[in-house]
Nanobody, 125 residues
Framework: QVQLVESGGGTVQTGGTLRVSCKVS????????MGWFRQSPGKGREGVAC????????YYADSVKGRFTISRDNAKNTLYLQMNDLQPEDTAIYYC??????????????????WGQGTQVTVSS
């Protein structure tokens, strides 16, 4: 079956950096657009970044543009999110998602078929 397993979350101070990863199995990763989402307490799930199957097309939420970078290693079936200059408002559970229904990278939650269990990122002030 399809499995997405996130790792790399943790606690950092304001201005710090963190990289989260998502290992994917059970689908053709190198043909699948991917996305990162996050959810803070009391809020809905928010699209953060997404990437097409080659890695050549990426989109970002305005709130993270210039600070976060999404990338992928198709040889390792792994998706990454490099997070720089982290702020307290970035505190959330971060989820990776696979296989948007229209075949294109998307920041829209309901378009994705598969989800990981999430990894907690906490930014202390």
């Amino acid at each position: 079956q399809v499995q997405l397993v996130e790792s790399g979350g943790g606690t950092v101070q304001t201005g710090g950096t963190l990289r989260v990863s998502c290992k994917v199995s059970g689908l053709s990763f190198d043909n699948t657009p991917m996305g990162w989402f996050r959810q803070s307490p009391g809020k809905g799930r928010e699209g953060v970044a997404c990437i097409n199957w080659t890695g050549g097309v990426t989109y970002y939420a305005d709130s993270v543009k210039g600070r976060f970078t999404i990338s992928r290693d198709n040889a390792k079936n792994t998706l990454y999110l490099q997070m720089n200059d982290l702020q307290p408002e970035d505190t959330a559970i971060y989820y990776c998602a696979a296989d948007p229904s229209n075949g294109f990278p998307s920041l829209v939650e309901y378009e994705y078929a598969y989800w990981g269990q999430g990894t907690q990122v906490t930014v202390s002030s």
